[in-house]
């Protein structure tokens, strides 16, 4: 069982992918991860190591062939569909590198977009999305189409997508890849005062280390399991 503190818990966490007429292939073996709420971790591997399917199952949006995950206390292993789904849009919020914004919609209606899912009417979830905009520091934009922003100001959009439910746990996959490096100096400094002043948890997979320096700790994959965990170093 995970423990009252833990957001997420993984035991034995396995994942490997049926190939026709071959053997299955093993991406991740019997992975042992716990983190605590409130926590601030960057992935960090090579191609091929497993850290991209080990975020895919902590966001739900794959199924473990082995062993249990916990998320908030409950284990999701062997949850159903519909369930992996209700999940994802109550506890967890995404931040990709491509930003995977909606490109004929506002950004106000991109932000908004969760909170429909939700069931939130029309005026709450405008609101809610202005409101998240400013925190971003884009109110002034609410009506721009993602095509007339920039790639920081894209990303911030979707950093706000994310908050729209209020999750407990953001999983970010390269979220500064498509960004210069001012640009992603400040998505990052973003996704620091989210942790610090609002104790979301953030998982942060990236494969440049001055970006995994804002992380307070650091988990390493290789060969689909985990040979390095332990604090940054600065």
């Avoid at 071959?22 to 042992?32: K, Q, S």
């Avoid at 104790?199 to 970006?211: C, D, K, M, S, Y």
Wanted: aromatic share 6%.
């Amino acid at each position: 069982m995970a423990s009252g503190d833990d957001l997420v818990r993984v035991a034995r966490l396995s994942k490997h992918y049926e190939v026709p007429g071959g053997e299955p292939v093993a991406v991740l073996h019997a992975v042992d991860l716990t983190i605590a709420a409130g926590e601030f971790v960057a992935i960090m591997g090579p191609s091929g190591s497993g850290k991209s399917t080990f975020m895919n199952l902590l966001g739900c949006l794959d199924t473990p062939s082995g062993g249990d995950y916990w998320l908030q206390g409950r284990n999701v292993a062997g949850l159903a569909p519909d369930e992996l789904a209700e999940l994802r849009n109550r506890l967890i919020g995404f931040v990709f590198q491509g930003f995977n914004l909606l490109r004929r919609v506002t950004a106000l209606d991109n932000v908004a977009l969760p909170l429909l899912y939700a069931g939130v009417g029309r005026a709450e979830r405008h609101a809610r999305a202005r409101a998240l905009l400013a925190q971003v520091g884009l109110g002034e934009r609410a009506d721009a189409l993602p095509n007339q922003l920039s790639g920081g100001q894209q990303q911030r959009v979707a950093i706000a997508r994310a908050l729209a439910c209020e999750p407990a746990l953001i999983l970010a996959d390269e979220p500064t890849g498509n960004l210069d490096t001012h640009t992603s100096q400040e998505i990052m400094a973003l996704f620091t005062r989210l942790n610090a002043e609002r104790g979301i948890t953030v998982v942060l997979v990236t494969h440049e280390a001055e970006i995994a320096r804002y992380a307070r700790r650091l988990v390493r994959f290789v060969d689909g399991r985990v040979v390095h965990d332990g604090e940054v170093m600065p």
